[in-house]
């Protein structure tokens, strides 16, 4: 039977917030690979992907299995040691997909007004590309958000992550915040619910909610899985609610949470696995 050398412990990277000790304990029996069998899965041992991608360290991992807490393919895991391709394999802790690879980044942006959804411009506006630099190779904006209009953009590198969150197909929920002009009628979110027609067609909302109202000026939350341009602020001014300022808050389970405006941050593992779950991948 083979057991990992020294050397072998010490130099696997521990996942994001692990202290570095947690690699340098004594090797433990469930990290020792089992004799090879006919038919056996290849890749890495599933504790040690998890430890890596920071879920936990390889014990706690291990009590995480014997608990029934992780799946692979859809499929509870009921022994240890076993080993996946983390390319390929779907791995869930809590039902809660996980992604796992690490050649695929997304980011959230909080765009600031007058910043256009573009990776560049021929005529030197401040540009979503602008924003990001060189984060990552390949990345691109996610749908996009009007010139005037603030909050959360997503950009990736993951082309099949970017189509299936911008097709309307798919139809992922977007909110978002609204400060307009004049007091809101109490029946408006029955008859935005019913659906309003616009000159490009009908349009109804997923939820209208009121959120304060102050010297004339009114806030409003509006969620909805429409992606046609201007679609919120022509809504509005439909209905008589001419929109002075605008603000997306979320994307399906995204939230823009208290992000600065013009600040950047990483999608966790777990945001982007909600991600993949709600459309599928």
Not at 136 to 153: I, K, N, S, Y
Not at 252 to 266: E, N
């Amino acid at each position: 039977m083979n057991t990992p050398t020294p050397n072998d412990e010490s130099t696997t990277a521990a996942g994001e917030g692990w202290s570095e000790d947690m690699e340098l304990a004594p090797a433990h029996p469930g990290d020792r690979p089992a004799p090879d069998e006919p038919g056996e899965r290849q890749g890495e041992r599933l504790q040690k992907v998890l430890a890596r991608a920071g879920v936990a360290s390889r014990r706690v991992v291990e009590e995480m299995i014997d608990a029934g807490r992780i799946s692979v393919n859809g499929e509870q895991v009921r022994v240890q040691g076993m080993r996946i391709d983390p390319l390929q394999d779907r791995i869930a802790v809590d039902g809660a997909r996980l992604e796992i690879r690490d050649d695929r980044v997304t980011y959230a942006i909080n765009k600031p007004a007058g910043v256009i959804t573009a990776m560049s411009d021929d005529r030197n506006r401040p540009t979503i590309g602008d924003m990001v630099g060189d984060l990552a190779p390949g990345l691109v904006h996610v749908g996009r958000l009007d010139q005037d209009t603030e909050g959360l953009l997503l950009v990736t590198n993951d082309g099949e992550l970017a189509h299936r969150l911008a097709h309307p197909s798919y139809g992922v929920r977007k909110t978002y915040l609204a400060q307009v002009s004049g007091s809101v009628p109490r029946d408006m979110h029955r008859r935005l619910r019913a659906g309003v027609e616009l000159e490009d067609g009908p349009v109804t909302v997923d939820s209208f909610t009121v959120v304060d109202t102050h010297a004339g000026q009114s806030v409003v939350e509006v969620v909805l899985h429409e992606g046609r341009k201007h679609i919120v602020r022509r809504l509005l001014a439909h209905v008589g609610l001419p929109v002075s300022r605008l603000t997306r808050t979320a994307v399906g389970p995204v939230q823009l949470q208290r992000m600065r405006s013009g600040s950047i941050r990483k999608l966790s593992r777990q945001e982007v696995g909600a991600l993949e779950e709600l459309i599928g991948l």
